[in-house]
């Protein structure tokens, strides 16, 4: 039988291991947030592990620049090409742009993000990512026993905001039901100078008997000026609704609420 190659590059933001692959990498924390003035220094420590059992790896470490999408899907960038990147405020010791760890073996990487004297598009809140990537593939088999070989990549998002941007604004844009798809779909926008996170939860309450339907709560993640969809599917009986959305991202001050009243056929 002939052996079949494949090259697999996996890109996470977490905590990665492939549980067929013998190979893996843990970076920690997945993310780093900077507050400073400009001019400002400040350094934060990277711990980059290598989980295999039996395979040293080859990492090298870059930068990049990622946004959301309207669904809050990350999409990636070169670093620098975006109006919001701080990828070229952040600086590494060279001896830590490339090494190799053991099996087990860890490292600690200085990062080290400086905001410039002057201010950059009058943003508030600029963000970046690092990655680290193995350099050396490894061999294994895939779930059919065919060889491949394996690279894995991990990234860490970098946040940084002035001090000053502390104020936090979501507003609902649009809260609507799709007859044909029966989905409720919720419209938001992230109106603030910096990062917006939180959960939307949704209660449905039937006009003919007073059964209420809890929705289960969607986790979501904005930068400023994000505008995102997010859809609710629902099943539910024949009736008339009303249902009732709440935008929780902080505490009691900082709810946003939304009701529509619908029929469901």
Not at 205 to 210: D, F, H, V
């Amino acid at each position: 039988m002939k052996n079949i190659f494949q090259l697999f590059c996996l890109f996470f933001f977490v905590f990665i291991f492939n549980s067929k692959a013998q190979t893996g990498i843990s970076v920690s924390p997945p993310r780093l947030y900077f507050e400073s003035a400009a001019g400002i220094s400040n350094t934060e420590k990277i711990t980059v592990t290598n989980v295999s059992a039996k395979n040293s790896l080859d990492l090298a470490v870059s930068l990049g620049d990622w946004e959301y999408d309207l669904k809050g899907e990350n999409q990636m960038h070169p670093a620098n090409s975006l109006p919001s990147s701080c990828a070229g405020w952040i600086t590494i010791k060279k001896e830590d742009t490339y090494f190799s760890l053991a099996p087990g073996e860890r490292r600690d990487i200085e990062m080290t993000i400086t905001s410039p004297t002057l201010p950059k598009e009058n943003l508030a809140s600029h963000t970046a990512l690092l990655y680290v990537s193995q350099m050396n593939p490894v061999d294994d088999l895939d779930s059919e026993g065919a060889n491949i070989k394996v690279s894995i990549r991990s990234g860490i998002k970098i946040f940084h905001k002035k001090p000053e941007a502390k104020k936090k604004k979501i507003e609902i844009t649009d809260l609507k039901f799709d007859a044909a798809q029966k989905t409720l779909t919720l419209n938001f926008e992230n109106q603030a100078e910096i990062w917006v996170d939180g959960k939307v939860t949704a209660d449905i309450l039937n006009a003919g008997n007073g059964k209420k339907t809890t929705l289960d709560p969607i986790i979501f993640y904005t930068m400023p000026g994000n505008k995102r969809e997010i859809s609710l599917p629902t099943t539910l009986e024949k009736g008339k609704y009303t249902a009732t959305v709440i935008i929780d991202y902080g505490d009691a001050e900082n709810l946003e609420m939304g009701e529509l009243n619908f029929s469901y056929e």
